[in-house]
């Protein structure tokens, strides 16, 4: 009569690929959920920045710093920045402009929040000195 002896790893090629496969799909995802949200935190930036030079302007207002954001943001089209708001405000010698929205979500249940702001001093004309 024959003796069975377990010896060898059958089969534990399969047991390390069910633990080891979603850890790494999960990484790998979780890589691209970040690059999503620097992209659209980066598309944010840029929409503050060109809003906040249009409100800056000599004779400028914060609806046209609102507006230039929003061109910005239109000319970009539906990248991974979603559910965008522009906020401006414009007082005498400031002017504020913020871009809020969500990034473009990869991994469920991660919503990452975007916030871009640029500041800056509004432009005057200052006359010649006597």
Do not use: Y
């Amino acid at each position: 009569m024959q003796r069975l002896q377990l010896t060898g790893d059958r089969g534990s090629a399969t047991a390390q690929a069910v633990i080891v496969l979603p850890v790494a799909f999960l990484a790998f995802f979780a890589i691209v959920q970040f690059a999503m949200w620097s992209h659209a935190t980066h598309i944010a930036q840029a929409a503050a920045s060109h809003g906040l030079a249009a409100a800056r302007a000599h004779n400028g207002s914060s609806a046209e710093g609102t507006a230039g954001a929003r061109g910005v943001l239109a000319d970009l089209g539906t990248g991974p920045l979603r559910d965008v708001d522009v906020l401006c405000e414009r007082s005498s010698e400031t002017a504020l402009v913020q871009v809020l929205g969500t990034a473009k979500q990869v991994v469920p249940f991660l919503h990452l929040r975007v916030h871009a702001e640029a500041a800056g001093p509004v432009e005057r004309f200052v006359g010649p000195r006597r």
